[in-house]
């Protein structure tokens, strides 16, 4: 998941810090899915830290957030955040979006990414249980 802790504006000497929403929604109307790992990486694709200590389940149609703060510019301008779920029973993927800010003076910005599919796993147990998740 793109996210951007800061951006240059004019030229590469000077930059605006942004506060970074990332926005986790599900997407069933009728069935919960678990976050297991909630990673932020900075543009070198050095690990800066977790949001999510234990596993958290998000009732259906339930959203979750993180933020990093505007003066958090650890993830510099090509930050990513990863993350995992997975359900019980075979449900449509979150919405998984980030959305930047900031205003400085009279100047505002905001722009938003989505999420990505990197790898999607399908673990079937049996005829009657089915358990799905992905990397986003």
Request: net charge positive.
């Amino acid at each position: 998941m793109p996210a951007y802790s800061h951006i240059y504006v004019r030229d590469a000497q000077r930059s605006m810090n942004l506060a970074t929403t990332l926005s986790i929604r599900n997407t069933s109307p009728d069935r919960p899915l678990v976050l297991s790992t909630i990673d932020y990486y900075d543009s070198s694709g050095e690990y800066v830290r977790a949001y999510l200590d234990t596993p958290r389940t998000l009732k259906p149609l339930a959203s979750t957030y993180v933020v990093v703060d505007t003066d958090d510019i650890r993830g510099g301008v090509g930050a990513n955040f990863i993350v995992r779920w997975h359900a019980k029973q075979p449900v449509a993927p979150p919405v998984v979006e980030t959305l930047m800010i900031t205003g400085a003076n009279t100047q505002g910005i905001s722009f938003r990414s989505t999420a990505r599919v990197l790898r999607e796993e399908r673990v079937p147990t049996d005829t009657s249980r089915h358990r799905s998740g992905a990397d986003l």
